[in-house]
């Protein structure tokens, strides 16, 4: 296995990441929040090398994650389940009480292995089907 460490992040470090697993068809600028600075950001590196992200926004006693990404050759590793289980005790430490997503609807599933709760809200953008999903904590 990996040697694994998760750490907070600078967004700009997240844009690379973001860009070439979720979106490498777009523009680059595409995968950059106007948000980004407000956000709490966090990388996963394996073998000392960046290879999943994540970005958290706090409103109130809700947070959100959002561009949840791992580069093409990092997943099915784990690395995913690891970044998710990190984020989730952050925010349980925060004092949050929910948790919540846009999750693409062919990822759902791997959300509901950790509580996380499909929602009626579903939208479709930039060539996906999203359902948003939630998380009591």
């Known amino acids: 296995m990996a040697n694994i460490q ?26 950059k929040l106007k948000n980004d600075d407000d956000g709490i950001h966090f990388g996963l590196y394996a073998n000392d090398q960046l290879s999943a ?48 997503c846009n999750a693409r609807v062919n990822a759902s599933g791997f959300y509901a292995k950790f509580g996380f709760q499909e929602t009626n809200k579903t939208f479709f953008e930039n060539g996906y089907d999203f359902v948003i999903m939630e998380l009591e904590l």
């Not at 600078?10 to 680059?28: C, Q, S, V």
């Open 6 to 31: 998760i750490e907070q992040i600078h967004p700009a470090l997240t844009w690379r990441i973001r860009h070439e697993a979720m979106y490498p068809d777009m523009p680059y600028d595409s995968v």
């Open 53 to 100: 992200v994540v970005s958290l926004f706090e409103q109130g006693d809700t947070c959100q994650f959002r561009k949840f990404a791992a580069l093409p050759e990092a997943q099915g590793k784990g690395f995913g389940r690891l970044l998710l289980a990190h984020i989730i005790s952050y925010i349980k430490d925060t004092g949050a009480k929910k948790l919540w």
